[in-house]
Each structure stands twice: as structure tokens, then as C-alpha cells.
């Protein structure tokens, strides 16, 4: 199976800084997923990277997880999140991953 990757920063593209509250942005990662039917998981991460200008910048970043879904939902996806989150652009990764399930009942 095939786990994708969205990694959407926080900080607006024009102020770099981030204008909503964490929880709204994860409430439209919510609703885009579920708008679009797809089983999904997130994680909120901070991390940093360093703009072309060689300014530094630490935030926010929402890091959607998608396993085996299409490549043209991933993209619309993505779009969307690019969007809606005023983003120059977001990261997307895609792995190989070993999946499997396990059981259990107490009695």
C-alpha cells in the first residue's frame, strides 16, 4: 500500500505569520476530507525551513495522512489545503508502507 503525505504550514504566505488558531485550520482539514469521503489521520508538527531569501521561519504544520488513495484526489486535496490555508504551495510524500491489522476480544 501506498501512505501519502500533505504537509500544509500554518503561517499565511503574505504576513508569514499564522492568523487562526490551530483548531479552525484543523476543522477545515476536517471537513475537506470528509467532503471528499476519504479515510484520513493528521498529526500537528512544528517544524522550520528556511525561505529562498535565506530567512528562517519555525510554525505550525498539519501533516495529512492518506493511505492508497487516488492520485487525482490526493492533487485536489492538496489544492484545496493550498487554498484554503493561503499557502504558496504544500509538500506531498508518498511511501510504500507494510499494512496490516490485528484483533483482539476480551472476554
Known amino acids: ?4 503525505r500533505i504537509y500544509v504550514g500554518l503561517n499565511d504566505s503574505v504576513t508569514k505569520t499564522q492568523i487562526f488558531e490551530t483548531e479552525k485550520y484543523i476543522n477545515v482539514l476536517r471537513s475537506v476530507c470528509i467532503g471528499y469521503k476519504i479515510p ?4 500537528v508538527e512544528e517544524g522550520g525551513y528556511i525561505h529562498e531569501n535565506g530567512e528562517y521561519t519555525r510554525e505550525t504544520t498539519l501533516v495529512l495522512i ?3 488513495a487516488e492520485d487525482d484526489i490526493i492533487d485536489d486535496i492538496a489544492r484545496d489545503l493550498c487554498s484554503f490555508f493561503h499557502q504558496e504551495s504544500v509538500m506531498i510524500t508518498k511511501d510504500r508502507v507494510r499494512v496490516y491489522f490485528i484483533s483482539e476480544t476480551l472476554e
Not at 500500500?1 to 501519502?4: G, R
Not at 484520513?40 to 498529526?43: Q, T
Open 66 to 68: 492518506l493511505i492508497d
Open 1 to 4: 500500500m501506498i501512505e501519502t
Open 40 to 43: 484520513f489521520s493528521f498529526d
